[in-house]
């Protein structure tokens, strides 16, 4: 006990202690996940289809399924520094409030201006455009938190970044779009008139808000028809996973260094990012036999990709322009009810947590919003950070079990992601504050509908 | 220089570094600062009449011009460890853009939910509040940072928290409300109709958005008729920059860990908070005869109360219900232009600042805001935080003098208080964004009728 009181609240790794490379799980695979397929001839995306979209090196990345490492490189490293070493909390507060012998630890990614872990990645993808001498990127953004990280990271780096936001969330959040505008990118709100898919879109749906799937159509097709402007994605790809490998290895080292063996490790999985990246060098451990871990993904009870869904290739975006993924997937004309406020809410699943999911590597649950918030209003007033609604799913089921272990007895070391902070998300609470957030599970029917939206495959 | 690269980006003290005592600066003074004074009598307020509106303890602190440390209680010190140390940066990547051969570091209390510095004394005053066996606090916010923070505070020991928001603000500003009410307070908009002097406001200025002034009146009478309630303050109070004075120590442990001397400590000043905090340890040296520093207060030159002011007893609130504070001030009457977007707002200054300024111990300059957007948004980009705009003034003077030195050659160590994040002031970005922000320098009649207001002493 005088042992355990010595971890302090926040472990920080020193910079040196940094991780020096990205942890690369398909590596450890048997199975690997499936390949992106070309829709037009069902084939396997080679490497040439893709540079015509991605940026060159991250089309390795996303193709490598050997390399278990791939170095990081200094350029990145460099700014990584400063805001990472992100700390690992230990949730003294937590525990107290909830009277449990359970150890809670979270992985806090929200202390940077993007406030979030999407910054991991997004500077990578700046940074190898950049090195490709192309003039600038363009991407979707939804809830706002990729697009402010890559804004952030082309600025850095001097790119030019143009960011279709679901027209929604461009109305809804007009902080969002002026935090992205701070760091000089170009907003645009998706649809728009300014593409032929975002044309045929308002032409079929006039009065559509958009959604995700929308806006990546769009941001894809101004990349392909502009000289120097690839396209970049802030989740769902492997080369994303790769990059938010960073957090994992983290945790990892911080852990090994009090000696710390967790249990149980609980992430929020939207398209996959978060969770992909924090269990990596667990789940690598576990691939290989070395260790056991309890694996759980937290998604949204209105978007339950994993839970309900069916795995099977579908298009990753509205428009049908981008290559189709294997995937857990809900089917791509899947909308979430408007009522859904807590951000998760892409169609489908990162390829490689639908493979390790389908392994029976790691298991999934779904929560709905109410609880959600309230996990996240008790977690805002004893631990003192204001969380995101995404984030707060795995905060509702970090509770949940620990609360277990308050019934059991058992003294269970829990560790999750705290993938930001919920600044831009006051809307959200403010309804739930007012009592008038409601909860929202589609129908089995609503489902199957959906899932007609598959692909026929050859 | 191989030397100098070994200074990470980031210096973290452990938790075992962190101070264990708070530093009182006016046991360095000679001359103290002059007394607050009962507005009735003209006598200094004695420590059984302050006790009718603050607690007991913190009156205590209040009066004390003889202990040079004070401990911090344990209970504060578990949760200072929630968010502190907080980071000094090295702004390598300011440098880097600015080209200058200066050193600039910057101590960061962005990184808790309550977005500022604002917590360290928070955290305090509830805490003695607690001890002291109170039901409650009120108190007073404008932009929102001090009553976020306050909210925060009181969640954690259980208190009630009344806030008095200024009505402009609790009107742009509804999602800092939000953050409040999560946090369990009840935020009223100011002035109201639920205090006699809100009432009396109102009455004779039925269109007013209410002021700072105005807020402490109402929040001053709601804790003084209300059994087991007492008012609390985040700024100008001698206790306030007590407690602030953990920046100060934790920047000059940070900077002794690697053997730096700063030249030049720059801080924003509204009430002096901040500024106060920052440069303790560094003035105590100074007072003592033992080091030299160039430190400067930077204030908004649309409410220059250092540069501009008198130094006169004055009123603190607009209601004339608080005691009278000897201080620089433009005068209780005066109320910035509606155009002020950066904070800094109030018409004085912390008595304790006051005194250090009149005895040539610190010099000011003030700073319009244009030009304190334009530092924001270029620190924004090369430096990956989002900074208030309060915080901003120290980052453009901090620039300037950096380019000074970019001239002459002379690698000058700066320092400067970054004290918040800019989350929460996106419509004053936006103005900016737009060209729409205008500068505002008030006029030499303006400051000579809101002169007139300062009370007449026998």
């Not at 690839?230 to 990892?252: A, P």
């Not at 260094?257 to 969770?275: E, R, T, V």
């Not at 260790?291 to 990709?305: F, G, H, N, Q």
């Not at 995101?388 to 949940?400: G, L, M, T, Y």
Request: glycine letters at 10%; hydrophobic letters at 35%.
């Amino acid at each position: 006990m005088s042992e355990e009181m010595k971890i302090p609240y926040k472990i920080y790794l020193t910079e040196d202690e940094m991780p020096k490379d990205w942890y690369n799980v398909r590596a450890d695979m048997k199975k690997k996940p499936a390949p992106l397929l070309n829709p037009g001839t069902g084939q396997p995306m080679t490497a040439a289809e893709l540079e015509g979209v991605f940026c060159k090196e991250l089309v390795e990345q996303e193709l490598d399924e050997t390399n278990r490492f791939i170095p990081i490189p200094d350029e990145i490293r460099d700014f990584y520094k400063m805001y990472r070493p992100s700390p690992l909390v230990r949730a003294y507060c937590l525990e107290k409030k909830l009277g449990t012998p359970a150890k809670i630890y979270y992985k806090f990614e929200g202390n940077n201006t993007s406030g979030s872990h999407k910054l991991n990645s997004a500077i990578a993808q700046a940074y190898y455009a950049k090195k490709q001498g192309l003039k600038g990127v363009t991407t979707e953004t939804g809830a706002g938190q990729w697009g402010t990280a890559l804004s952030m990271a082309c600025s850095y780096f001097d790119l030019d970044c143009k960011v279709y936001m679901v027209k929604v969330s461009y109305e809804q959040k007009p902080f969002r779009r002026e935090v992205m505008r701070t760091y000089g990118a170009s907003v645009t709100p998706s649809p728009s008139m300014t593409t032929e898919v975002g044309r045929k879109i308002l032409a079929e749906h006039p009065g559509t808000t958009g959604s995700l799937g929308c806006a990546i159509s769009e941001a894809v097709e101004d990349a392909v028809t502009h000289e120097g402007y690839r396209y970049v994605l802030g989740s769902v790809l492997n080369q994303v996973l790769l990059h938010q490998s960073v957090i994992g290895c983290e945790t990892k080292a911080a852990l090994d260094k009090y000696g710390i063996k967790p249990d149980m490790i609980i992430g929020c999985a939207g398209g996959g990012s978060n969770l992909g990246g924090l269990i990596s060098p667990f789940m690598g451990e576990k691939l290989r036999g070395e260790a056991d871990y309890d694996i759980v993904a937290v998604e949204p009870a209105s978007c339950p990709s994993l839970t309900r869904g069916v795995y099977a290739y579908d298009f990753c975006d509205t428009g049908k322009v981008c290559p189709l993924a294997k995937m857990y997937t809900l089917g791509s004309g899947f909308i979430p009810s408007p009522n859904h406020a807590g951000g998760l809410r892409y169609h489908g699943m990162s390829p490689v947590l639908s493979e390790l999911y389908d392994q029976g590597m790691m298991r999934a649950v779904s929560v709905e919003q109410t609880s959600v918030f309230e996990a996240a209003e008790m977690f805002a007033r004893v631990e003192g950070i204001l969380p995101a609604p995404e984030s707060s799913h795995a905060i509702r089921v970090a509770i949940d079990e620990a609360l277990k272990c308050k019934e059991t007895g058992e003294e269970k070391t829990i560790v999750f992601g705290l993938t930001g902070t919920g600044y831009f998300d006051m809307v959200a609470y403010e309804k739930f504050h007012n009592g008038e957030m409601v909860d929202f599970i589609p129908s089995d029917e609503e489902l199957q509908a959906s899932f007609a939206t598959l692909p026929k495959l050859g």
